[in-house]
């Protein structure tokens, strides 16, 4: 174990398609490109609204696209009983929102 440790911190990898470019983690939503291509923005953006434009009137849910594209990509995270039972509207969202707060297992992040 502390030679591969060792290997990782010092950039020694066995075979060169098990090394993560550009960006750090697993999550593709912090890649710019997937950025762009799911049209998402993220949550902890200054102002996210005001880069969302929607095709309706109703202000309260400029945010819902954003939100269901993180949503959809973390489904598998997610019991098959709650997928199963999960709506795409409010009542899906507060479920979600109260897996978060209980400290549930499958939480959405």
Excluded: W
């Excluded at 996210?48 to 009137?57: F, L």
Aim: proline share 2%.
């Amino acid at each position: 174990m502390p030679a591969t440790f060792e290997d990782i911190r010092d950039g020694h990898l066995s075979d060169d398609k098990y090394h993560l470019e550009g960006v750090h983690t697993y999550d593709i939503l912090r890649n710019p490109l997937y950025q762009q291509a799911f049209q998402y923005y993220s949550a902890d953006l200054i102002g996210r609204k005001d880069y969302i434009v929607d095709g309706d009137d109703d202000d309260t849910n400029d945010c819902a696209q954003s939100d269901l594209v993180r949503i959809i990509l973390n489904l598998a995270f997610l019991s098959k009983d709650d997928v199963t039972h999960m709506t795409f509207d409010a009542a899906g969202l507060n479920m979600l929102e109260q897996h978060a707060k209980k400290g549930a297992k499958h939480n959405i992040q």
